[in-house]
């Protein structure tokens, strides 16, 4: 079973967990989330697609991300997410962190803070290995072809982290 540490209001944790997707969080207290923006050196970047078996938002494009686990770090949760997605060693010394947005959903449950990151690094397409349950292909897309995606409707937050692209 997976745990989520719990957050109030101030993005301090409470001592408290609740178990992964099982969203019963009061308002003013939130899980932790984390996205990883993988950007190629050339300014290219890395996006995935959504498995169709996904209940929110299949075949949509996205970064990578989810959720922190208990006791785990914004920053070792990002780590831990991209390499699992995306099959590529990221390492801190290549991780930026650029802000945090947060979510309020009230009376369902589930409001979360999203910290976003940015990874600059080498790696050719030979070097992304899908993790398949999660990621159904890869694009190493440029800004303008990742705008078009986002006006077709189908590239996940992207409006809520754009700026992490420029």
């Known amino acids: 079973m997976e745990l989520w540490d719990i957050y109030d209001k101030n993005k301090q944790v409470t001592g408290r967990t609740m178990e992964?997707?099982?969203?019963?969080?009061?308002?003013?207290?939130?899980?932790?989330?984390?996205?990883?923006v993988v950007r190629r050196t050339d300014g290219k970047y890395l996006?995935?697609?959504?498995?169709?078996?996904?209940?929110?938002?299949?075949?949509?494009?996205?970064?990578?991300?989810?959720?922190a686990q208990a006791g785990e770090s914004s920053e070792?949760?990002?780590?831990?997410e991209?390499?699992?997605?995306?099959?590529?060693?990221?390492?801190?010394?290549?991780?930026?962190?650029?802000f945090t947005y947060h979510r309020e959903n009230p009376g369902e449950g589930d409001n979360y803070f999203?910290?976003?990151?940015?990874?600059?690094?080498?790696?050719?397409?030979?070097?992304?290995?899908?993790?398949?349950?999660?990621?159904?292909?890869?694009k190493i897309a440029t800004l303008d072809e990742i705008r078009e995606i986002a006006a077709q409707g189908i590239f996940l937050h992207y409006d809520s982290i754009k700026e992490a692209f420029e």
């Open 20 to 36: 992964r997707n099982k969203f019963n969080l009061k308002d003013d207290e939130y899980h932790l989330t984390v996205l990883g």
């Open 47 to 67: 996006i995935t697609q959504r498995v169709m078996t996904k209940a929110w938002a299949p075949g949509w494009w996205e970064v990578s991300g989810g959720a």
């Open 76 to 80: 070792d949760a990002v780590i831990r």
């Open 82 to 98: 991209v390499t699992e997605e995306t099959g590529l060693a990221v390492t801190k010394n290549q991780c930026e962190y650029l």
């Open 114 to 138: 999203v910290d976003v990151y940015r990874f600059t690094l080498d790696f050719t397409e030979d070097d992304v290995k899908n993790q398949e349950a999660e990621t159904l292909g890869f």
